[in-house]
């Protein structure tokens, strides 16, 4: 399970890219609000893997998801 990092969501909120977010995953904008917002902790490490490439192609899980 996978919970994305305060630091993380704090950027997403500022520069407000949900829509594009959701829409390169495939997922419904509404879905990454919830992830963002912390009310959807189980996240698959396929969502994740998916949302942290879609944030930066540098960047791992790790670097956005906090693992437990």
Not at 10 to 16: A, G, S, V, Y
Not at 41 to 63: F, G, H, M, P
């Amino acid at each position: 399970m996978y919970k994305m990092k305060e630091e993380v969501c704090k950027e997403i909120k500022k520069k407000r890219i949900n829509r594009k977010l959701a829409r390169t995953i495939g997922v419904t904008e509404g879905y990454i609000s919830q992830i963002v917002n912390h009310r959807k902790l189980d996240i698959s490490k396929t969502v994740a893997y998916a949302t942290t490439k879609a944030i930066s192609n540098k960047l791992e899980i790790e670097d956005v998801f906090e693992v437990f």
